[in-house]
């Protein structure tokens, strides 16, 4: 049974810090990457912990993120930062997502940045994360 959690547009940076390790965790074991798609409202609103967590306060450095987003403002800033692990494909600009999605070992975390009141949903779910992260690395694969 899927264990599934709520969090409060409040609330969303501390348990972004505090589930880090139980994500990189359950990545680890599947050895797999943290894959996902990323808002770029959530860039703009989080790029503290997006630093600390590039830059050795919250990533193991054998975890890598592929990430797809559709715009490309904030993620250029973030590349200047070069961050080793953090790879980025942008999906093209007609592409309407409006939330952040990722896949991280058997759990699927949705954040919704873009309207307030914002939320993250945190599913942990093998299942569930396994079928969307096959999606995503097909995205990924699939793109120039």
């Known amino acids: 049974i899927p264990k599934i959690i709520h969090i409060p547009e409040q609330d969303i940076e501390?348990?972004?810090?505090?589930q880090t390790p139980k994500w990189n965790k359950s990545i680890g074991k599947l050895k797999e990457s943290w894959w996902g798609y990323q808002d770029h409202t959530f860039a703009e609103q989080f790029e503290?912990?997006?630093?600390?967590?590039?830059?050795?306060g919250?990533?193991?450095?054998?975890?890598?993120?592929?990430?797809?987003?559709?715009?490309?403002?904030?993620e250029q800033a973030m590349k200047k930062k070069q961050y080793e692990h953090r790879k980025?494909?942008?999906?093209?600009?007609?592409?309407?997502?409006?939330?952040?999605?990722?896949?991280c070992g058997d759990y699927l975390i949705m954040i919704v940045t873009n309207q307030s009141p914002g939320y993250l949903i945190e599913i942990n779910d093998p299942i569930l994360a396994h079928n969307t992260r096959e999606v995503l690395k097909g995205i990924w694969n699939g793109i120039k």
């Open 88 to 103: 980025i494909k942008f999906w093209g600009a007609n592409r309407n997502f409006t939330a952040t999605t990722w896949v």
């Open 58 to 74: 919250g990533m193991p450095k054998e975890v890598e993120a592929r990430l797809i987003t559709n715009t490309s403002g904030i």
């Open 48 to 56: 503290k912990w997006i630093d600390w967590l590039w830059s050795g």
């Open 14 to 18: 501390a348990h972004l810090y505090k």
